[in-house]
């Protein structure tokens, strides 16, 4: 399972865009990447996931080089309720019929007023 | 709302009761997880059933126990557990057909008190 690596910590002033990056230094080739969002005592929910270049949702973009051995989560005009921890995960969709993931510590983004 | 629901939301138990936790999910998928999330520490996954057989367990000690009767239902039984054991477990699931994305449903979790 390729390891990644996130900020345990990051401050964000309402109104302005967020960028959480994630290495994953050891990505293979058929992994994917995928962010969740996890509230105080809930259950992460998921958020984007993507495999190169660029993928936008209604909540989300991620960025995705050429090397892929790092992501960017990007969160625009972030709100109060945007304060949440940010996981990365690195994994394979087509081990064996199941995924294995190992969640990080993540991010823990606050949103400050 | 995912679609995945646990009972009971919390639970107090002491050192020598057995109790289960319960997971139910109607989504079709055929993938599901028990979790364990201590205070501070990150998600630490337990056990994984994939078309009701266990494919995963991590290590997990044998005073925790699942069950997975069948596609949509996930126990976990409790017994002699340990206050470090006090944490939020979380069950997810997940479908495994090809073609889709690559999405894990998590509950909302049972948060466990052991005294």
């Known amino acids: 399972l390729a390891k990644t690596t996130q900020p345990i910590s990051m401050d964000s002033y309402e109104g302005q865009e967020v960028n959480i990056t994630c290495s994953h230094n050891?990505?293979?080739?058929?992994?994917?990447i995928t962010w969740y969002q996890q509230f105080p005592s809930q259950g992460p929910r998921f958020i984007i996931q993507g495999y190169k270049t660029k993928v936008t949702n209604e909540v989300a973009s991620l960025f995705i080089p050429a090397d892929r051995k790092s992501s960017t989560l990007s969160l625009p005009r972030v709100s109060l309720s945007d304060t949440a921890v940010y996981y990365c995960?690195?994994?394979?969709?087509?081990?064996?019929?199941?995924?294995?993931?190992?969640f990080g510590t993540g991010t823990k983004l606050q949103v400050i007023p | 709302e995912t679609g995945v629901t646990q009972t009971p939301r919390h639970l107090v138990m002491g050192m020598t009761n057995k109790k289960s936790l319960k997971c139910e999910q109607h989504?079709?998928?055929?993938?599901m997880y028990w979790y364990k999330q201590s205070a501070k520490k990150p998600l630490e996954l337990m056990f994984v059933y994939n078309f009701k057989e266990q494919t995963e367990n991590n290590s997990v000690p044998s005073r925790f126990s699942p069950e997975c009767p069948n596609s949509s239902h996930l126990f976990l039984h409790l017994h002699t557990l340990q206050p470090e054991d006090s944490a939020l477990y979380l069950c997810?699931?997940?479908?495994?057909?090809?073609?889709?994305?690559?999405?894990?449903?998590f509950g909302p979790g049972t948060r466990l008190t052991v005294l």
């Open positions: 989504l079709g998928h055929n993938a």
């Open positions: 997810a699931s997940r479908p495994t057909s090809v073609g889709y994305t690559d999405t894990q449903y």
């Open positions: 995960l690195v994994g394979d969709l087509n081990s064996g019929g199941y995924q294995k993931v190992t």
């Open positions: 050891n990505i293979a080739t058929n992994d994917y």
